[in-house]
């Protein structure tokens, strides 16, 4: 079963950046489109960031222009790079497939939690 460990989480003032990694258990990592979702509190989780297992990306456009999401095959990572942050932006930050390529993992890691205050 594959392994999802996400880290990079904090506490940060609005404006301010943080970069979460996520390493994946596993021989396939570089076949999977991977994608980065959050958690708000009370709220549904929603996708914020998406990458092919070729590289093209996409992002939820409440992020677009400040997150930055990227991959590394050869370590079994996908990253997502936060600039800009906002209030908004706080919740818990987890990664796996992405849900609209080919299903998600079937479980969840435990996530990092951001938190944005202002």
């Known amino acids: 079963q594959v392994q999802l460990v996400e880290s990079g989480g904090g506490l940060v003032q609005a404006g301010g950046s943080l970069r979460l990694s996520c390493v994946v258990s596993g021989s396939f990592f570089r076949f999977y489109a991977m994608a980065w979702y959050r958690q708000a509190p009370g709220k549904q989780r929603e996708l914020v960031a998406a990458?092919?297992?070729?590289?093209?990306?996409r992002y939820a456009d409440s992020v677009k222009g400040r997150f930055t999401i990227s991959r590394d095959n050869a370590k079994n990572t996908v990253s997502l790079q936060m600039n800009s942050l906002k209030p908004e932006d706080t919740g818990v930050y987890y990664c796996?497939?992405?849900?609209?390529?080919?299903?998600?993992?079937?479980?969840w890691g435990q996530g990092t939690q951001v938190t944005v205050s202002s």
């Open positions: 796996n497939r992405d849900q609209t390529r080919g299903g998600l993992f079937g479980s």
């Open positions: 990458i092919t297992s070729g590289g093209n990306t």
